[in-house]
């Protein structure tokens, strides 16, 4: 007899993960294959279905972290998964919009295991497929019937603002060597949260939940939002490239000041002096000082504090989350699916 299938949180957050990616990506694949031919061919290596040299791939897709949440915010209102479809479309290609533009900034060379779009096609054509799905998104709310369309389209609006105050601060980190925790965490709210809280905003108004309801998901989203992009930095530090599909130590090489980081240069402990000295150092750093830069933060507690400040914005987002009044079985998912966000490995 087969062993029963035990579902924990764990699979469950993961399961809702894989059927957001096949919900939304005859969708995305829809409403991208209606952007002009040059557009559409960038577009599709960078959502992860052409090659570089436009043949059917099926190589890399992102996790579906944001349309999972619009698709569960519907639900969680009384609506239906489907109602959000145009919703799941939107905040996916903001997302791909935002990472098409980040990897320019960063100078990525890898994402999801395959060249950036700005390293396969050139930096000009990375701006323009960012562009493209931006106004893409636009489209797709804007023509999506219902009552919702325009606050949505507000909304994205709003987030992508958000967006955008966010990533300028974290460009702006880069130069400064007096970032606190504090403005750090403001800024993961600006650059990562903003979206996750209007996927959120944004399912639950096409499930029919209303502003208010609407509101208290966003901000539900918005902490979830900070929580992951926490634990993104902590992947950057210690995650398995492997998994990630990024180079590990990236991030200290390029003397990126995330929470970790922050956290271990406040710390006042000696390896945390020894990090501010090779941070304020010139110069590139090599392979064996980025695996010293890694001891130290975790010596001075930065590992430590980053996973504790991820804890707590998690319980900041349920607060919220039981304001909107979700119904029981979402609530269920959307445990489950903070859960997954917050304990990953890529
Ligand atoms: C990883 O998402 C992405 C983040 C943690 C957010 C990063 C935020 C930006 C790059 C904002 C950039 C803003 C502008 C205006 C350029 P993920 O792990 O869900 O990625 P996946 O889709 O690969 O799974
Ligand atoms: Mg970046």
Not at 67 to 87: E, I, K, N, S
Not at 115 to 128: C, I, M, R, S
């Amino acid at each position: 007899m087969a062993a029963p299938v035990v579902r924990t949180p764990a699979s469950q957050g993961l399961d809702l993960l894989v059927q957001a990616r096949r919900s939304v990506e005859p969708g995305l694949r829809e409403w991208a294959g209606q952007l002009p031919a040059v557009a559409r061919r960038w577009a599709g290596y960078h959502l992860g279905w052409l090659d570089a040299e436009g043949r059917p791939s099926v190589e890399a897709a992102g996790k579906a972290v944001r349309p999972a949440l619009a698709f569960t915010a519907a639900r969680a209102v009384g609506g239906t998964g489907q109602d959000a479809l145009g919703a799941a479309v939107a905040v996916e290609l903001v997302h791909a919009f935002s990472l098409a533009h980040d990897d320019i900034f960063d100078g990525d060379a890898l994402r999801r295991h395959r060249p950036t779009v700005w390293k396969a096609f050139g930096v000009p054509a990375a701006v323009l497929t960012g562009d493209a799905l931006l106004s893409l998104a636009c489209k797709v709310l804007a023509d999506t019937p219902g009552p919702q369309s325009a606050r949505s389209v507000s909304w994205l609006a709003e987030a992508v603002a958000q967006l955008v105050e966010g990533e300028a601060a974290d460009v702006a980190f880069e130069t400064r060597t007096d970032v606190t925790v504090a403005e750090y965490t403001a800024m993961a709210a600006d650059k990562t949260g903003a979206l996750m809280g209007c996927a959120c905003a944004l399912g639950a108004l096409a499930g029919g939940g209303g502003d208010v309801r609407a509101g208290y998901m966003a901000e539900f989203g918005r902490h979830l939002g900070v929580a992951f992009q926490i634990v993104d930095d902590l992947l950057g530090i210690f995650g398995d490239p492997a998994a990630t599909g990024k180079p590990v130590g990236a991030d200290l090489a390029a003397r990126k000041k995330t929470y970790p980081v922050l956290a271990a240069l406040a710390s006042a402990t000696p390896a945390g002096q020894q990090l501010a000295a090779m941070y304020a150092a010139e110069g590139a750093l090599g392979e064996e000082q980025r695996v010293r830069a890694t001891q130290w933060v975790a010596d001075a507690g930065g590992r430590q504090q980053a996973q504790q400040a991820a804890n707590l914005e998690l319980a900041a987002a349920f607060t919220a989350l039981v304001k909107a009044d979700p119904q029981p079985q979402a609530l269920d998912e959307l445990t489950a699916l903070a859960g997954v966000l917050t304990h990953r490995k890529a």
